[in-house]
């Protein structure tokens, strides 16, 4: 029913002119067997509307008397929606989005447009989408977070290269079973809901968006108890941070702080793509120069210690200098951090999360997130994915994990007690660099000490 207002401007014009309207409304589904209910009520409510709309079951399209259309269409292949590509459409619509790649509504999104000046007015897309989904990251994070207040029209105004300005608008409208009055007032419906695993109850029937259908965290993660307000931490609790490498894909750093009782803060993050050794060494001590940790005391880089990605010990084209053989590693050492190899231990390190992120008796986790810093923390853990070929490890494959793995070598380095891992290939090296790591944050580093960094001062 979003194109009433569009086929009801083509009519008025049809019935001025007796010419045939131009405009086009497609609702895509992943599969268009899904579409079966839609499709269904459209047989009931378009005959109504217009008594002379056609409908074509081959081609699955509508044709009201004016000429405007309502096609039903599909996008299970990955360049289905390319055959759009130039075409004129005056509305999109897409049945459960999250099913959707992005990059694929995008394309669809720019080929919403008019040659008539009245049917530009009335231009829309719409969606629906349920919580959970391979693709629900881009609706969570464009309506759901990104539509506040929720129920409110959203305007923001946009430049066009010429300097005019242009505004666009978006809303998210919530639905619960508790809107739709037969079946909450029936209550077989929320009853079977109530029987769900808890992660699916919260999906389901309270429409929780942290909850992602075949995430590896889906049944343990909670925003509301493992993510919490900074506060000031005591000057007195150790800091150390897990680093995971990345030269174009975002490089992430995590910091993190552990109380008397064991449990685990992660306090701040540095997201962004590594380029050198040098300049991400550099974004780090520009962190650390921001921090608002505690009102106590300020850390410094020879305070701390960090667990970093092997990998980056391996030397990059874009770390080499002239003549020179460094590394990722060895340029972040150069700006002055002290940094070991991490454990790299999968199943460990899955372990370690699935540990922290457990209930204990008083019915709190032993890992916290500071939610006003560390964004792609919280955004990327909730919705990685089980690996499809073993349901016991994190998808290796998954684009956004750059966060997770920097949690985990940090917590590989404070495991809970009673839970030391070991690396599986029996790694001494790793061992021994972990236990002088410790040793040196015991002791107090001599004014003499250097370190080697492969680059020439």
């Given at each position: 029913m979003a194109c009433v207002a569009?086929?009801?401007?083509?009519?008025?014009?049809?019935?001025?002119?007796?010419?045939?309207?131009?405009?086009?409304?497609?609702?895509?589904?992943?599969?268009?067997?899904?579409?079966?209910?839609?499709?269904?009520?459209?047989?009931?409510l378009y005959p109504v509307i217009d008594p002379g709309?056609?409908?074509?079951?081959?081609?699955?399209?509508?044709?009201?008397?004016?000429g405007y259309k309502v096609d039903f269409a599909h996008l299970d292949g990955p360049n289905d929606h390319l055959g759009y590509h130039g075409?004129?459409?005056?509305?999109?619509?897409?049945?459960?989005?999250?099913?959707?790649?992005?990059?694929?509504?995008?394309?669809?999104?720019?080929?919403?447009r008019s040659k008539d000046a009245d049917m530009r007015k009335l231009l829309f897309v719409r969606y629906t989408a349920n919580p959970g989904g391979p693709h629900a990251e881009w609706v969570k994070r464009d309506f759901i977070q990104g539509c506040r207040p929720h129920n409110t029209v959203i305007k923001s105004t946009v430049k066009l290269r010429n300097g005019t300005p242009r505004e666009v608008t978006k809303a998210f409208v919530p639905a619960t079973l508790y809107d739709n009055k037969?079946?909450?007032?029936?209550?077989?419906?929320?009853?079977?809901?109530?029987?769900?695993?808890?992660?699916?109850?919260?999906?389901?029937?309270?429409?929780?968006?942290?909850?992602?259908?075949?995430?590896?965290?889906?049944?343990?993660w909670s925003r509301?108890?493992?993510?919490?307000?900074?506060?000031?931490?005591?000057?007195?609790?150790?800091?150390?941070?897990?680093?995971?490498w990345g030269t174009t894909a975002p490089a992430c750093t995590l910091w993190g702080t552990r109380d008397n009782d064991g449990n685990v803060y992660i306090i701040d993050e540095l997201w962004r793509p590594g380029i050198t050794g040098r300049t991400y060494g550099a974004a780090m001590l520009k962190r650390l120069e921001l921090q608002k940790w505690s009102v106590e005391r300020k850390w410094t880089a020879k305070d701390m210690y960090g667990l970093i990605d092997r990998q980056a010990m391996a030397a990059t084209a874009a770390d080499v200098g002239s003549g020179g053989s460094a590394t990722p590693a060895a340029g972040i050492q150069w700006c002055g951090w002290r940094i070991f190899p991490a454990n790299k231990d999968r199943a460990?390190?899955?372990?370690?999360?699935?540990?922290?992120?457990?209930?204990?008796?008083?019915?709190?986790?032993?890992?916290?997130?500071f939610g006003?810093?560390?964004?792609?923390?919280?955004?990327?853990?909730?919705?990685?994915?089980?690996?499809?070929?073993?349901?016991?490890?994190?998808?290796?494959?998954?684009?956004?994990?750059?966060a997770f793995d920097a949690l985990k070598y940090l917590l590989l380095d404070w495991?809970?007690?009673?839970?030391?891992?070991?690396?599986?290939?029996?790694?001494?090296?790793?061992?021994?660099?972990?236990?002088?790591?410790?040793?040196?944050?015991e002791l107090s580093e001599s004014p003499g000490d250097t370190i080697t960094t492969g680059y020439g001062d």
């Open positions: 569009q086929l009801a401007l083509c009519h008025a014009k049809w019935l001025a002119t007796k010419r045939k309207q131009r405009g086009r409304y497609i609702i895509f589904r992943k599969n268009v067997k899904n579409l079966a209910d839609i499709i269904q009520r459209a047989e009931e709309a056609k409908w074509n079951v081959m081609e699955k399209r509508w044709t009201f008397t004016s075409q004129e459409l005056t509305g999109v619509g897409i049945d459960q989005a999250e099913e959707i790649a992005n990059e694929v509504r995008l394309f669809l999104v720019m080929q919403v037969y079946l909450a007032s029936d209550g077989t419906y929320e009853a079977n809901m109530m029987a769900l695993p808890e992660h699916l109850r919260r999906m389901y029937l309270e429409g929780d968006w942290d909850v992602v259908i075949g995430a590896y965290f889906a049944n343990l509301d108890l493992h993510v919490i307000p900074s506060f000031s931490i005591p000057g007195h609790w150790p800091i150390k941070f897990g680093l995971d460990a390190g899955n372990e370690q999360v699935l540990e922290r992120l457990l209930k204990k008796p008083n019915g709190k986790p032993s890992l916290f997130i006003d810093r560390c964004p792609n923390l919280i955004r990327t853990l909730p919705v990685l994915m089980s690996d499809p070929r073993n349901p016991e490890d994190v998808d290796p494959d998954a684009p956004d994990d750059h495991p809970v007690q009673g839970t030391r891992p070991k690396d599986k290939q029996g790694d001494q090296d790793v061992e021994r660099w972990l236990a002088m790591a410790a040793r040196r944050k």
